[in-house]
């Protein structure tokens, strides 16, 4: 019987050996979204207040941006889902950052940057650069809404300690033109993509995850051409088992027709 007992420690203290080695694990997903059509051309924006100012600016429509030269797709926003309360391991790397201010700013008649990506241990910092008074609403559901006016230099911080299921829409009253978009996660896991439409999300644990897409004008991210075929995510949602290493989706075309209308 004692036998037996010590075999049984042995393996059990085997199987937690090996499960922690496997969430010691960690790999980095990339892609690239582009276009699949003639890159349309971001129209500019009407200014209508405040022209003294923001009219000495080229200010554009930033809902959907596409580089003329290779069809990348910028501002398309990617985070890990989680269900309720569940707690997701996360890589060393990202605890200097966990505390960090993560800054949007109002410079040159509009928000910068247009995507802010924040994690609920950090602190958002709404700044205003601009010689001109600006308004900032961000639409939130899970945390108390913001809706401030900041004077010419200033700033406001605010705490945001709940996910959002969805990117929070960013207005000024002030200048209906300007728009942006702060996701709000309780984990590290989310990017969104460059001016050559990649992205890139290091060191998720090892394992098949739940993955969320979406960009602004599109909505989710539903129907999308990869590998050579048409491929639907329901609600922008796709499952991408997660490697030791770096783990590529590779290139993701969306069809123009995904953009005429919000999903």
């Known amino acids: 019987m004692q036998k037996q007992i010590s075999v049984l420690v042995g393996l059990l203290v085997v199987a937690v050996i090996s499960a922690n080695a496997a969430a010691a694990e960690w790999g980095n997903l990339s892609g690239q979204f582009v276009f699949d059509g003639d890159p349309p051309k971001p129209p500019a924006v009407k200014i209508t207040k405040d022209q003294e100012c923001c009219g000495k600016h080229n200010v554009i429509d930033e809902s959907l941006l596409v580089n003329p030269d290779n069809k990348g797709i910028r501002n398309v926003i990617v985070f890990l889902l989680t269900d309720e309360d569940e707690e997701v391991p996360v890589h ?20 910068a940057p247009h995507v802010v990506l924040m994690r609920t241990s950090q602190t958002l910092k709404i700044g205003n650069s601009d010689p001109i008074g600006h308004n900032a609403k961000i639409d939130t559901f899970n945390n108390p809404p913001i809706n401030i006016t900041i004077p010419q230099g200033d700033f406001r911080t605010f705490e945001c300690e709940n996910d959002e299921k969805l990117p929070a829409r960013v207005s000024c009253s002030i200048h209906p033109w300007m728009k942006a978009w702060v996701v709000i996660r309780s984990n590290p896991y989310m990017a969104v993509t460059d001016e050559n439409g990649n ?7 090892v394992g098949t995850h739940k993955f969320m897409f979406w960009q602004e004008k599109a909505g989710f991210v539903a129907e999308v051409n990869l590998g050579g075929e ?25 069809t123009p027709s995904l953009f005429d209308k919000r999903r």
Do not use: H, Q
Not at 232 to 254: F, L, Q, Y
């Open 199 to 205: 992205f890139e999300i290091k060191n998720l644990p």
């Open 92 to 111: 060393e790397s990202y605890a200097a950052s966990a505390k960090d201010e993560v800054m949007l700013d109002n410079d040159k008649c509009r928000f």
């Open 230 to 254: 048409k491929t639907k995510w329901r609600r922008g949602t796709v499952e991408v088992k997660i490697a030791p290493g770096d783990n590529s989706m590779g290139v993701i075309k969306i």
